[in-house]
């Protein structure tokens, strides 16, 4: 049996794939934020009581988490101290000089994890070669540990000068603290790549938030009792739980990233491979661009801070079903990034929530069945979201538009202001990066998703919307579909001059530990694959661009730099920055439910007409209940499909028809916007 689980901010999504019988089930529950492993332990206590496997059984999960995020948002992590080169201590504070809003003279910059009292500093210097310009002073290595203990520190940061050139002061500085009893991360473990306020921030980072992980992931692991424990990173693959435990910084976004792999493997099972991601939960929206494949960066920023390792480029938005419409100071409508969250939820939901959300508007508007909300078994209070939304109506001083209640004109104003910041969100991964929406479709998933996308498509042009039979816990099945991946990174400035033979060398050693630490993973020798490939830049440039390794990787870089900045110099001369590695181990894919196609009409899945608040007004729309619908089912809009966890809404003109994965297709009408 093989479990998907996936922490959101309202609900957690259960995914679970019998092997022997080949069957799905899926499921949510509230999600409980003050010990998030709650509703992880009742969700897998609910899968023994109804599918009655027992304690022998075989049971592998992959568990995708927001506890790091969480901790380091929230900046609830351990209580961590840095250990730097003598002189070195306040790279951390200083670092880039960057101002985030530049005409902003009072912007405050992120504060520092570690305070000035917990950085500490060590007396060592290597030079840029490599080359030990002054030892260890090992003899101060006591008095630090005593320091340590003083300051109440449970975890230790080591980030010096030059370390992934010449790792051996690090390593014994590492040796002493563990033996001492503090939990490490050393830079040249987590990141071994030069930008010294990067490398400190990203090893900081994960010794931050890994104490936190790690009580979370040894509490569950002892009560699943599950025979393989993984956790999705947030560069699209899974890892065993002892290293998650040990390198949390990985597992940042790893929720989202499991989307972002469930999204593009059932999208590519329907014959689509340039798409762009729709993520819409309780909490927040999370978008992504996939122009034939998962797109990864390493300059990723969570809380304003960055992380350097891998993570598949992914942008968020604080627009969710639980996100709160309210009136500003000034009188205008906002909504958002503030969530009701699971506790106490929207008004709807009746578990004590008193501001209206934009999932109080859905109900509101007709277009979210009360009656139907989680396959039944959750009935909405539409009455108390009718007059949370009148209340804001009010304080927003609003008149009722023609034929709508002052409720009804309300909540549309809401889902208007919502659909605007996804779209903006939508713009900055197509539109400000060189791509053109038209031409991609748009996958939407998560439990609000459906409700919005077509609106959303429109507004961009996007010709095809894409919904798979189990969007809303698409994340928790990215899961099941994940590989197994491992990054490793190596600075060597070297010039663009270097022989092919001579970097295929100096890659070996990454290989060798790629393929080792994947075998350890429990991943057959034939199913594992190594790419190499080279951060290169022109001679002067600041950053790179990340390019396979080939013997022609030259003219390839330059390629690369034409395509997306729309301009190369082949003439100038380039240089190498780091070497990088991706070493995948396969993991096998949960097959896709699939039919042969039927007759268009869609009768058999047909519940009832109710009125709906379209953009043109007030309408009777034809309701239909999406497990019912069959490979070859055609609806016209306006309609609304009823899933047990998501709903979708067409409108007039978009078609709707059912493939042969059941994934539900929408040609987008864009007659108007």
């Known amino acids: ?136 002073d090992e003899g101060m290595l006591p008095m630090l540990a005593e320091r340590l203990r003083s300051l109440g520190v449970e975890s230790v940061a080591i980030c010096l000068l030059f370390s992934f050139l010449q790792p051996e002061h690090e390593r014994r500085i590492a040796d002493f603290l563990r033996k001492a009893g503090f939990f490490v991360s050393s830079s040249h473990e987590i990141l071994p790549e030069f ?123 604080g627009a969710g079903g639980g996100s709160i419409a309210y009136a500003d100071v000034g009188g205008a409508l906002r909504v958002g990034p503030q969530s009701a969250g699971a506790d106490p939820g929207p008004v709807c939901y009746g578990r004590g929530g008193s501001a209206p959300t934009v ?52 909540a549309l104003g809401v889902i208007r202001v919502v659909n605007a910041h996804m779209e903006r969100a939508l713009r900055v991964i197509s539109v400000e990066r060189g791509y053109d929406p038209r031409d991609f479709t748009l996958v939407s998933f998560g439990g609000a998703g459906g409700l919005h996308a077509c609106n959303l498509a429109r507004s961009l042009g996007i010709p095809r919307v894409l919904i798979p039979p189990a969007a809303s816990t698409l994340s928790a099945f990215g899961m099941l579909a994940a590989d197994v991946i491992k990054d490793y990174v190596q600075t060597v400035m070297l010039p663009g001059e270097t022989s092919f033979s001579l970097l295929q060398k100096l890659m070996q050693p990454l290989a060798e530990r790629g393929r080792t630490e994947i075998l350890a993973e429990g991943v057959a020798a034939a199913d594992i694959a190594l790419f190499p490939m080279l951060d290169i830049r ?48 396969a993991a096998p894919r949960p097959p896709l439910p699939s039919a042969t196609i039927g007759p268009e009409d869609p009768v058999s899945a047909y519940l009832d007409r109710r009125p709906v608040v379209l953009e ?21 809009g306006p309609a609304i499909i009823v899933h047990a966890d998501t709903t979708i809404f067409l409108e007039i003109n978009d078609i709707a028809r059912v493939d042969g994965h059941f994934n539900i297709l929408i040609d987008v009408d864009s007659a108007f916007s």
């Open 1 to 136: 049996m093989r479990i998907g689980i996936d922490i959101g901010g309202t609900f957690t999504d259960f995914v679970v794939f019998d092997e022997a019988s080949g069957a799905f089930r899926t499921f949510k529950r509230f999600s409980t934020p003050s010990d998030p492993s709650e509703s992880v332990l009742r969700g897998l206590e609910e899968i023994r009581r109804t599918r009655g496997f027992g304690r022998e059984e075989r049971v592998a999960i992959v568990h995708g988490s927001t506890v790091a995020t969480n901790a380091l948002l929230e900046r609830k992590g351990a209580v961590t101290a840095l250990i730097a080169t003598e002189g070195f201590r306040d790279v951390l504070a200083i670092g880039r000089q960057v101002r985030s809003k530049i005409y902003d003279f009072f912007s405050d910059r992120p504060t520092a994890l570690v305070p000035a009292s917990r950085r500490l500093e060590i007396r060592e210097r290597v030079a840029h070669n490599g080359q030990t310009l002054m030892p260890l």
């Open 195 to 317: 930008r010294e306020y990067e490398r400190t921030s990203t090893t900081v980072i994960n010794a931050y938030v890994s104490p936190v992980m790690d009580r979370y992931l040894g509490r569950l692991e002892q009560a699943l009792g599950a025979d393989d424990f993984r956790i999705m990173q947030s560069n699209g693959g899974s890892i065993h739980a002892r290293l998650a435990r040990s390198q949390a910084v990985r597992s940042i976004l790893s929720g989202p990233a499991g989307g972002v792999v469930g999204a593009q493997f059932v999208a590519a099972s329907a014959g689509f491979d340039h798409i762009i991601t729709f993520d819409m939960g309780g909490t927040s929206t999370d978008v992504s661009l996939c122009d034939g494949a998962i797109r990864l960066t390493t300059e990723g920023e969570v809380g304003g801070l960055p992380i350097r390792i891998p993570l598949i480029d992914i942008h968020t938005v």
């Open 359 to 410: 999932t109080d508007a859905n109900v509101v508007l007709g277009r979210l069945a009360a009656d139907c909300f989680l396959d039944g078994r959750m009935n909405l209070a539409e009455e108390q979201a009718r007059l949370a939304l009148t209340e804001l109506a009010q304080a927003l001083h609003l008149a009722p538009a023609a034929g709508l209640t002052l409720a009804q004109t309300a």
């Open 538 to 585: 022109y001679v002067g440039q600041s950053y790179e661009l990340t390019t396979p390794l080939s013997a022609n990787f030259v003219d390839d870089f330059h390629a690369l730099h034409q395509k997306i900045y729309g301009y190369s110099s082949p003439d100038a001369d380039v240089e190498i920055v780091n070497l990088r590695l991706k070493a995948v181990g």
């Open 616 to 636: 043109q007004g007030l309408r009777n729309v034809s309701f239909y209940l999406g497990e019912k619908l069959r490979p070859g089912h055609c609806i016209p």
